[in-house]
T-cell receptor, first 113, second 114 residues
């Protein structure tokens, strides 16, 4: 069974500051990990995914995430926040041959000017 | 390609009424999913389908039924709506079973049950 914990339901950063959104997972099998973004009144869009290749994964819009097995973490970062990054972000986990994703509760990112 | 589309976008029901949400995808995906999104709870899987003519229960299936008569369509039905089913419903599809194939999401249906 898999589960995801996202630390912080709301994160606020200033424009140009570092973005760090935390995700910890639990999985009984080697995990595949995902970050999705949801802009207001829209569906979810894939930001990036870890599928057991490189542990540092680069995604769209300047985001990246690092898989740390020892810490069971997959935190999302972006060096410099932009106003357009304001959205809700979801971390999700699945097993290698799983056909279902388990989502975290989500983190709302607010970017202040 | 339109990707994943959902109809309707909004709906208000009275307790006890029934309705069907339609999801359509034009990517020839085998797998389709229905989720509900509630504040602070992320997305929870209601039902899913691994191919035409198949359906399976997800995490929160009670009060919902689904059908996948055609590969491109996945219908979610509420036979007797309850206020607890007030939510935003998302449909998603993916190419094959292995999780490395991402899920593509529709824009959502906002349902209010009074």
């Amino acid at each position: 069974a898999q589960s995801v914990t996202q630390l912080g339901s709301h994160v606020s950063v200033s424009e140009g500051a570092l973005v760090l959104l935390r995700c910890n997972y639990s999985s009984s099998v080697p995990p595949y990990l995902f970050w999705y973004v949801q802009y207001p009144n829209q569906g979810l869009q894939l930001l990036l995914k870890y599928t057991s290749a490189a542990t540092l994964v680069k995604g769209i819009n300047g985001f990246e995430a690092e898989f740390k097995k020892s810490e069971t973490s997959f935190h999302l970062t972006k060096p410099s926040a932009h106003m357009s990054d304001a959205a809700e972000y979801f971390c999700a986990v699945s097993g290698e041959y799983g056909n279902k994703l388990v989502f975290g509760a989500g983190t709302i990112l607010r970017v202040k000017s | 390609n339109a990707g994943v589309t959902q109809t309707p976008k909004f709906r208000v029901l009275k307790t006890g009424q029934s309705m069907t949400l339609l999801c359509a995808q034009d990517m020839n995906h085998e797998y389709m999913y229905w989720y509900r999104q509630d504040p602070g709870m992320g997305l929870r899987l209601i039902h899913y389908s691994v191919g035409e003519g198949t359906t399976a229960k997800g995490e929160v299936p009670d009060g919902y039924n689904v059908s996948r008569l055609k590969k491109q369509n996945f219908l979610l039905g509420l036979e007797s709506a309850a206020p607890s089913q007030t939510s935003v419903y998302f449909c998603a599809s993916s190419y094959e079973q292995r999780a490395l194939w991402e899920q593509f999401f529709g824009p959502g249906t906002r349902l209010t049950v009074l």
